[in-house]
């Protein structure tokens, strides 16, 4: 309750910048400035990082005796109180294993947060370059003891958003209902299912939740990565772009603009062209084992899939338990002198365990793209029939082999219906890429210059496509 109150102010307020919601209370006392928070990407370059605050701060990882002490400066921020309410219903007739799970729901939830004034906490960083300009990371600290070979990246906490008085977040739940549509999705892809207890078709719920917030809780703050070479010394990321990381032994360390040892080797801005991702690929990422189920376990799984694209919250649920299954935890961060970008080439990574169904991974990969993407173009995914994702599937590998520029005459069969086609605009309108048409060519505009949506999109058709073949 406490993290979506956050997370609903964080996309109000800055939904394209640099703040991180908080997710529990208890980490409020964490996040001081110049504290440590543990930064673990994950397995896709597209899926959002995870945090884990630290007990530690910047001054506790340096050699030496000598006492590193923030200066802060603090200003008002904003005011806030919202209200988000959501409605929903839906029915899905299913089993699970051995059990039949008559799954149905309706329900409606309504979540006030009422922060008050609030205020921003900002580090002076220029005062602590000076102030650590010369100092070491100590790397028998058992913190980077613990994450130096592993996928976290170090950041310190450089803005924090506080509230100022006592304020509540209330949520109010009514929901009538059976079950989560996952379990069938689950034993599709060869998951364990448990179900406990006989009667689960007739769940009622009706909650009334207010949580008392007090005066100095922190629910929001910013980071910067840090560098750290194997010598000790270490750069702080100051431009948003610049990422951090371990030095590798095989790989050289590249360095940053800012840095607190006295080099300045810059990392150089990334600036792709538009279609850059869409011609690199998704045809790279490996989704061809969904191919090779059975077709009725293809036709299941497509109709599940396409039900679950409704309910965010059961895709998310999905994408969890998935992730579970896969043990993902193993994935490795690319380390200081690689680029962490969208990858070009992406196949099942070995970091798998052995001895998963081949099927796993590529459904994991696919859950983790449609999660991604924005209601809109979810909601469009679920209606969307067999005939009109092959055809669309088809119009995106040629969009990404021609370089976005493709004949009218071309275009599937399918989409030389003016309806079908416009049910393409629709669907490219979502992710912010337009259609455009001159004479008888098509290209595409995008608003997003890294191509991250167009990638997901893509990828997502491409595994629904696959499910349906010869499903009509």
């Known amino acids: ?55 530690f701060t910047l001054g506790d990882l340096l050699q030496g005796d000598e006492v590193l002490r923030p200066e802060v400066s603090e ?69 980077v003891q613990q994450l130096e070979k592993r996928a976290e990246v170090l950041t310190v906490v450089k803005e924090r958003i506080l509230t100022t008085d006592w304020c509540s977040v209330t949520m109010t739940k009514k929901q009538h209902c059976a079950f989560q549509g996952v379990l069938r999705l689950m034993g599709l892809l060869g998951g364990s299912v448990k179900v406990v207890g006989k009667d689960v078709n007739n769940i009622e719920v009706d909650s009334d939740v207010s949580l008392e ?54 990392h150089g801005a990334r600036e792709d062209a538009p279609l850059t991702v869409l011609h690199s690929g998704w045809s790279d990422m490996d989704l061809s084992p969904l191919a090779d189920l059975p077709r009725s376990t293809r036709c299941e799984l497509m109709e599940k899939l396409q039900e679950a694209l409704r309910d965010r919250f059961a895709l998310s649920y999905l994408q969890s338990e998935l992730e579970k299954l896969c043990d993902c935890e193993k994935a490795e961060t690319p380390i200081i002198g690689e680029k962490k970008t ?21 459904a994991y990969l696919l859950v983790s793209a449609m999660e991604e993407l924005p209601d809109e173009t979810l909601n469009i995914l679920s209606n969307s029939p067999p005939d009109f994702l092959s ?38 309108g979502s992710i912010r890429v337009t259609l455009r048409r001159d004479a008888d060519r098509l290209r595409v505009e995008m608003e997003n210059a890294d191509g991250a949506p167009a990638l997901l999109l893509g990828l997502s058709v491409h595994g629904l496509a696959l499910l349906c073949t010869d499903v009509h």
């Not at 005011?79 to 039949?100: F, I, Q």
């Not at 799954?103 to 939830?109: A, I, K, M, R, T």
């Open 213 to 266: 917030i007090p005066s100095g809780t922190v629910i929001a703050y910013s980071i910067m990565e840090l560098e750290i070479k194997k010598s000790g010394h270490y750069g702080i990321c100051l431009r948003p772009s610049a990422m951090g990381g371990f030095e590798s032994d095989s790989i050289p360390f590249s360095g940053s603009l800012d840095t607190v040892d006295g080099s300045s080797n810059g």
């Open 75 to 143: 200003t008002e921020f904003l005011a806030y109180k919202g209200t988000y309410r959501d409605d929903h219903s839906g029915k899905l007739d299913t089993e699970a294993g051995p059990v039949n799970v008559g799954l149905e729901g309706l329900g409606s939830s309504k979540l006030e947060s009422s922060f008050g004034k609030l205020k921003k906490e900002e580090l002076d960083v220029k005062k602590l370059l000076k102030d650590s300009d010369s100092r070491l990371v100590d790397m028998q600290h058992v913190l």
């Open 1 to 55: 309750m406490f993290s979506k109150a956050t997370a609903n102010l964080v996309r109000q307020v800055d939904p394209e910048g640099s703040l991180i919601h908080v997710s529990r209370v208890n980490d409020s006392h964490k996040l001081l400035p110049m504290a440590i928070v543990v930064k673990r990407n994950r397995l896709w370059a597209w899926q959002r990082p995870k945090y884990q605050p630290t007990d």
């Open 391 to 428: 055809a669309f599937d088809v119009l995106m590998c040629r969009l990404k082999e021609i370089g976005g520029n493709v004949s009218v005459l071309s275009l599937p069969a399918p989409l030389q219906d003016n309806q079908v086609f416009q049910r393409a605009e629709q669907l490219l």
């Open 342 to 362: 969208i990858p070009t080439s992406s196949r099942v990574p070995e970091c798998f365990p052995t001895g998963l169904p081949s099927h796993l991974p590529s």
